[in-house]
């Protein structure tokens, strides 16, 4: 019914920037929660930053100052500047949904994307 489709990733090296894209398909009216969460090796998935239709946003205390999540005019897609990036920002990043509403039907439930690579390295 949803998917998430992530773009954006790659190598960069330390102190350099790339932004994230995320683009929802489906027969979608409106989503109430967009986000972008990693995954680093050996480390359990965490929360990066939330956004709501209403274009507040939480920031996990390590990305403050230096990523800034926003959601796209399409209502759809939400997107993620990260600058200053460090060896520590290296992880699959994965763009999540959640409170979906398709056609009259709310989906409380969690969408997630495949993820793409970010790698900080010089």
């Known amino acids: 019914q949803v998917q998430l489709v992530e773009s954006g990733g790659g190598l960069v090296q330390p102190g350099g920037s790339l932004r994230l894209s995320c683009a929802a398909s489906?027969?979608?009216?409106?989503?109430?929660?967009m986000g972008w969460y990693r995954q680093a090796p050996g480390k359990e998935r965490e929360l990066v930053a939330v956004t709501s239709r209403d274009g507040s946003a939480n920031y996990a205390d390590s990305v403050k100052g230096r990523f800034t999540i926003s959601r796209g005019n399409a209502k759809n897609t939400v997107f993620l500047q990260m600058n200053s990036l460090n060896s520590e920002d290296t992880a699959v990043y994965y763009c999540?949904?959640?409170?979906?509403?398709?056609?009259?039907?709310?989906?409380?439930?969690?969408?997630w994307g495949n993820g793409t690579l970010v790698t900080v390295s010089s």
């Open positions: 999540n949904a959640a409170g979906v509403l398709i056609a009259s039907t709310y989906y409380g439930m969690d969408y």
């Open positions: 489906g027969s979608i009216v409106s989503i109430s929660v």
